[in-house]
């Protein structure tokens, strides 16, 4: 059993991961921006760590901790962005993260268990999935931030010895998930018409419990190698197998239809949805094998049961929830 620190404990992840660790016995707190939260997921305690930057006081926050799960981001948003808004990713995740390992070395804490994205990778797969063993090859700033913490994170690794894993996921989802699977969603439930019969690629995903089922594996492992490792549920799917498969789970009929392929991205960059129609199009597969390997770690749930459950959290909270 061991004393855990939960950056972003009240977040998406966060409620998933703190139930896991719970059902192990782990002694956890977390960190929130809401300064009206004294409680998170749990009831576990909370302190307000209100900004992520070089500047952040740590000190009291971590003391005492075993291990840290650090999920608290400036998370990937499409469209353009302002100068100030692109400088924030640099902020948060990179010199926010770097200040936070140093904290934790000088502190005592054992290890350090860091959520990336596999678009450190790239943005999309051609003849096989990413490993860990792929140069990195980040195409935006919210990957360059990602990798550039990466590279902070070695660093400190290697001068003081903090255990270190890093986990690269593709998207992330499940209840109280936001954002763009979110939106999917209610395109279906809605029965919006969706050019993607054309589309015939395949995608990993990762279901938040899967995720949460592998930090607390990390966390568990006594005996652990400082690497990178990537997730996913073990199953890559195509857009419109994904669109069909919630369609059935909630009960209705998806109106997925047919237009060449290059029709559809003429039309994207007429309208200047190129980026969203490049994500639903591009492939982007993962290998998990080395966790599996050498961890002893597998997904508890599979694609199907994720997105099952998902749809019903969804049917039962997620389309009354306006936030």
Not at 12 to 20: D, E
Not at 258 to 273: C, E, M, N, T, V
Not at 278 to 283: F, G, N, P, V, Y
Request: hydrophobic share 40%.
């Amino acid at each position: 059993m061991s004393k855990i620190l939960v950056t972003g404990a009240s977040g998406f992840v966060g409620h998933a991961v703190i139930k896991s660790l719970r059902e192990k016995g782990h002694v956890i707190c977390g960190t929130t921006r809401d300064e009206t939260a004294k409680r998170g997921p749990e009831n576990i305690p909370l302190y307000l760590v209100p900004k992520l930057d070089r500047d952040t006081d740590w000190d009291n926050v971590i003391i005492g901790a075993d291990v840290i799960i650090h999920l608290a981001a400036r998370v990937h948003e499409m469209g353009k962005q302002t100068n100030s808004q692109q400088q924030e990713y640099f902020t948060v995740n990179e010199e926010g993260t770097e200040k936070l390992a140093l904290a934790a070395a000088e502190a005592g804490v054992k290890r350090l268990i860091f959520i990336s994205t596999i678009k450190v990778n790239g943005e999309k797969t051609c003849d096989r999935p990413f490993t860990e063993d792929d140069e990195p090859n980040p195409k935006d700033v919210y990957s360059i931030s990602k990798s550039n913490a990466e590279k902070s994170l070695l660093r400190i690794h290697k001068n003081t010895g903090l255990e270190l894993i890093i986990l690269r996921v593709p998207l992330v989802y499940g209840p109280r998930v936001k954002g763009n699977f979110y939106s999917l969603l209610w395109a279906c439930v809605k029965r919006k018409f969706l050019p993607l019969k054309s589309i015939k690629n395949f995608r990993s995903f990762l279901y938040v419990e899967n995720l949460a089922s592998a930090i607390t594996k990390c966390v568990s492992e006594p005996h652990i190698e400082s690497k990178i490792y990537l997730l996913s549920d073990g199953a890559d799917i195509s857009t419109t197998k994904l669109v069909e498969t919630i369609s059935a789970f909630l009960g209705v009929r998806h109106r997925v239809f047919y237009i060449p392929i290059g029709l559809l991205f003429w039309l994207s960059r007429l309208f200047g949805k190129l980026e969203a129609v490049e994500r639903l199009t591009d492939s982007l597969q993962v290998d998990s094998t080395l966790i599996r390997e050498e961890l002893d770690w597998s997904p508890p749930f599979t694609l199907e049961e994720g997105l099952e459950r998902t749809v019903q959290w969804f049917n039962e909270h997620g389309r009354y929830d306006k936030n």
